[in-house]
């Protein structure tokens, strides 16, 4: 008698061929790597299919998602492509399509924001003074715009504008019951002072004299009335302001100004409120000599500085950074300004600083710079990339020629353009000559001196 044959058990629309699953007959570490991938795109298939709801909320073709296909095997990875792209309709798929377009529209704004080289991505931006949190004085908001809008810029202007900001705050400060004007005071400028900092990063000069004036509120007398202990800070900052500031500007006039000869040619860039004081105090004194301003844009700040120059009578040259390579060989003396100068010797500046030193030193033409020691960090920075702030986009000052409109002038970010204006760069120390301050001339090598030649820190 002959045996009975073998069953086999298929799906209720088995396969096509003939032949059980693969799965059903091997387990997977029997099956060959060609057979494992099929048994993983035949999985992908059923769950694309199972994923895809119809018209009325069912699988396509009225079948279970996880039957194969009428007319034999598992679907091929195209079938179920086609049955995951199938239209649909209904209030869920609409709504589902609305979020998708927001999502859609959010990110192709984020990458436009994102846009950019994303080395120089964390450099201060300009940007408006937006509601800020905390009792803010009107006289702080105002400075604050004027910052962050660049109508106050330089170093020694912004300290100025600062301190006389908080001489206001001070004076209408009112000490709150049961506090003491030393320890409150200080907790209510706070909030002040961030508020500038939003507008705009803080400058070397600002963290020092606020720093000061943190120290004269911490150690005014308790036992002051309080109109009395408010007047007196307010002198103290009066006196900062004349000591480090305008009494120094006028030691280094005296000091620079007796470096400059009869027929030299002082080479300046940008625009420097001590190199101008230099310049005029020299004039003033009888010596003949003529200045070339390079510039460079956006900021072009050397307008301002001609235009003082020409006008006390000074024979003066106007050229832009890239024809600085043209003039130099005529120049006796560079003469520039700082933002900042650190422990290191180097000199933080407006950005083309350090590319007019390291031309003088090539053309063995001195660089002597002009900083107040109210503007030394005892930092040590070694480039311009780890800190550094950006200019405004387009000039803020009247551009040349007059008889062309104002927009066909200036450049402005587009959809394949990204404008780029690091406002500051660093000088390295080997590129100076010397510093003039008002504790006299150091070489750059010595700047860490200074505080030692204050007899103080600061």
């Known amino acids: 008698m002959a045996p009975a044959p073998l069953l086999e058990v298929h799906p209720p629309n088995g396969p096509s061929n003939g032949e059980a699953p693969a799965d059903q007959q091997?387990?997977?570490?029997?099956?060959?790597?060609?057979?494992?991938?099929?048994?993983?795109?035949?999985?992908?298939?059923?769950?694309?299919?199972?994923?895809?709801?119809?018209?009325?909320?069912?699988?396509?073709?009225?079948?279970?998602?996880?039957?194969?296909?009428?007319?034999?095997?598992?679907?091929?990875?195209k079938t179920a492509d086609a049955a995951s792209?199938?239209?649909?309709?209904?209030?869920?798929?609409?709504?589902?399509?609305?979020?998708?377009?927001?999502?859609?529209?959010?990110?192709?704004?984020?990458?436009?924001?994102?846009?950019?080289?994303?080395?120089?991505?964390?450099?201060?931006?300009?940007?408006?003074?937006?509601?800020?949190?905390?009792?803010i004085h009107p006289v702080i908001a105002r400075t604050a715009l004027q910052f962050s809008s660049f109508k106050i810029t330089g170093a020694n202007a912004r300290c100025i504008a600062t301190l006389t900001a908080f001489k206001t705050?001070?004076?209408?400060?009112?000490?709150?019951?049961?506090n003491t004007l030393s320890r409150h005071?200080?907790?209510?400028?706070?909030?002040?002072?961030?508020?500038?900092?939003?507008?705009?990063?803080?400058?070397?000069?600002?963290?020092?004299?606020?720093?000061?004036?943190?120290l004269d509120i911490s150690g005014s007398d308790i036992d002051l009335p309080e109109q009395d202990a408010k007047d007196a800070?307010?002198?103290?900052?009066?006196?900062?302001?004349?000591?480090?500031?305008?009494?120094?500007?006028?030691?280094?006039?005296?000091?620079?100004?007796?470096?400059?000869?009869?027929d030299d040619v002082i080479l300046t860039y940008a625009r420097s409120s001590v190199v101008e004081k230099v310049l005029l105090e020299a004039h003033a004194s009888g010596r003949k000599f003529s200045v070339i301003v390079v510039d460079s844009r956006p900021m072009l700040e050397g307008k301002r500085l001609l235009a003082m120059l020409s006008e006390a009578g000074i024979a003066c040259t106007y050229v832009l950074l890239p024809a600085l390579g043209s003039v130099i060989g005529e120049v006796s003396t560079v003469l520039v300004g700082a933002h900042s100068i650190h422990t290191n010797g180097a000199v933080y500046s407006?950005?083309?600083?350090?590319?007019v030193a390291m031309m003088a030193k090539r053309h063995s033409v001195p660089v002597v710079v002009c900083c107040e020691t109210y503007k030394f960090s005892e930092t040590i920075q070694l480039d311009s990339f780890t800190k550094n702030e950006l200019a405004p986009l387009g000039d803020l000052f009247s551009s040349f020629p007059n008889n062309k409109p104002r927009e066909s002038l200036t450049l402005e970010n587009k959809p394949n353009l990204e404008i780029l204006n690091p406002l500051y760069d660093l000088t390295p120390p080997t590129c100076i000559t010397a510093v003039v301050t008002e504790v006299g001339v150091i070489p750059p090598n010595s700047i860490s001196s200074i505080p030692v030649a204050l007899g103080r820190l600061l």
């Open 169 to 178: 705050v001070i004076q209408d400060y009112v000490t709150p019951p049961n």
């Open 350 to 355: 407006r950005a083309g600083t350090a590319l």
């Open 85 to 135: 792209k199938l239209p649909s309709t209904g209030p869920a798929k609409t709504i589902e399509k609305a979020k998708a377009g927001q999502s859609s529209a959010a990110d192709q704004l984020a990458k436009n924001q994102a846009r950019g080289l994303l080395i120089f991505s964390h450099f201060g931006l300009p940007k408006p003074v937006s509601s800020a949190k905390g009792d």
């Open 26 to 77: 091997k387990s997977q570490k029997q099956m060959t790597k060609q057979e494992r991938r099929e048994l993983q795109e035949r999985q992908r298939a059923a769950k694309a299919a199972k994923t895809a709801p119809g018209a009325n909320g069912k699988p396509q073709g009225g079948k279970p998602a996880n039957q194969p296909a009428a007319g034999g095997g598992a679907p091929s990875r």
């Open 233 to 262: 800070l307010c002198r103290k900052i009066d006196t900062y302001i004349r000591e480090r500031i305008i009494i120094a500007d006028q030691v280094i006039q005296e000091t620079a100004g007796n470096k400059i000869k009869d």
């Open 185 to 214: 005071l200080m907790t209510y400028l706070s909030p002040q002072i961030s508020h500038l900092v939003a507008a705009r990063p803080m400058s070397v000069t600002m963290g020092n004299a606020i720093r000061q004036v943190k």
